[in-house]
């Protein structure tokens, strides 16, 4: 069974799985010299990249997209043959009406290459948590773990996950959303903004932040908050 993953929002792309085979992962960012993070604007610029590995839209079996910003839902505007559309998806955490992460959490349909698909679409932290959990030496073993996803648009959460596929919710683990570092970044230290709007974020200088306030001194009444 082929399956595509399609992220269409920031850092957007196409992944291929065949069974449990990785055919390839493409992001629209590094199409062309796209510029970073970008979404994927146009769907069916994914008719080329697939065509590029020698497969077509009808060849895939399902169709999984990645949820996004929303209380109940994420909206996600696009163009699809060169019409503008607007992709329903799931939200970005679990919520009482999707409790599950490996659930979908909506369904729907999209047009791709002038053809209508079916597809499930997942909560956005379930990527993270998906990646964290399948990438570490505790699924290799089939061992149960815990899992933190600190993601920028949430605060950290965790999550408890099985080699079955079972996960349970545990909440937030401290209220500071993961956009702080870039936040932070344009008031302070040597990415402060001089010049452009502080209420902005710059996503290019959170990395840079992380790794200067590695630098500095850890301070206990600050851990203890």
Not at 63 to 85: F, K, M, N, P, Y
Request: with cysteine; glycine share 12%.
């Amino acid at each position: 069974m082929i399956t595509a993953g399609l992220k269409l929002t920031q850092s957007g792309g196409i992944a291929i799985l065949d069974e449990d085979r990785l055919v390839f992962n493409v992001e629209m960012q590094k199409i062309a010299n796209g510029a970073r993070y970008s979404n994927v604007d146009e769907l069916d610029d994914l008719v080329g990249v697939m065509d590029k590995f020698g497969l077509k839209v009808g060849d895939v079996d399902t169709w999984a997209l990645d949820g996004w910003d929303g209380a109940t839902g994420g909206r996600v505007d696009v163009l699809a043959g060169g019409i503008r559309t607007e992709v329903l998806v799931a939200p970005y955490r679990e919520t009482d009406l999707v409790p599950d992460p490996a659930l979908p959490g909506h369904r729907g349909r999209i047009a791709i290459g002038g053809q209508s698909l079916d597809y499930d679409s997942y909560v956005h932290v379930a990527g993270h948590l998906a990646s964290a959990y399948c990438t570490s030496p505790f699924a290799r073993r089939g061992e149960p773990s815990m899992v933190l996803v600190w993601d920028g648009g949430c605060f950290p959460r965790l999550y408890c996950v099985d080699a079955d596929g079972r996960i349970e919710a545990g909440g937030e683990a401290f209220p500071l959303i993961g956009h702080t570092y870039s936040m932070t970044s344009q008031y302070w230290g040597p990415f402060k903004r001089q010049n452009k709007s502080r209420n902005v974020d710059d996503l290019s200088v959170a990395g840079k932040m992380m790794a200067y306030i590695a630098l500095g001194t850890s301070r206990e009444q600050i851990k203890q908050v």
